[in-house]
């Protein structure tokens, strides 16, 4: 199935969008780990965490532990320069698509372009994919009826994992022909 010029775009900075949200949150995952590593290593905690209770201690160390390990396993660090780096290839696909021109041969090596990028994604997330196509759709100006409705929390949980992607509300066919 040929995809044509505007949808291969759409395409494009959907992933753009989608990887630099994933950047962004293993970055900050990162970046909180690191500085709740520097409180809780530093000698004025200890002396704070001196004044109370034993069960007070050890939760903000057990906290500092599990996110470091966290980051560790999940090799936060490394996600998030494969996020950076396949954002950046997308970028560049989209700016060599808008050089070359709307046409059906762009198009189709755009396509191939586009998915040899796609091979180096690790698994979608979902419930975020569907969060970033409702935001390009919304910077797009396509109207809201073309929209999925996420529920709030699966919006809050996107970041970390799918939950219940099979109950986001789609559009129905005949709702997005009648928007249109």
């Not at 909180?32 to 520097?38: A, G």
């Amino acid at each position: 199935m040929a995809v044509g010029y505007n949808e291969l775009l759409f395409s494009v900075r959907l992933s753009v969008r989608y990887h630099e949200r994933r950047q962004r949150f293993m970055a900050n995952v990162l970046n909180f780990t690191l500085w709740w590593s520097l409180v809780m290593g530093s000698a004025s905690t200890a002396a704070i965490l001196g004044a109370v209770s034993d069960l007070w201690k050890v939760l903000p160390v057990l906290l500092l532990t599990v996110l470091s390990a966290g980051c560790l396993a999940y090799g936060v660090r490394a996600r998030a320069a494969l996020h950076d780096d396949l954002r950046r290839r997308f970028i560049a696909l989209e700016a060599e698509l808008r050089e070359k021109g709307e046409s059906h041969e762009t198009a189709q090596q755009g396509e191939i372009d586009r998915l040899r990028i796609e091979l180096d994604e690790p698994p979608i997330l979902r419930v975020l994919a569907c969060i970033c196509h409702n935001a390009e759709s919304r910077s797009m100006g396509i109207p809201s009826g073309e929209w999925a409705r996420i529920s709030p929390v699966q919006r809050f949980l996107s970041p970390f994992f799918d939950w219940r992607p099979n109950t986001i509300k789609l559009p129905e066919a005949s709702e997005a022909e009648a928007a249109a």
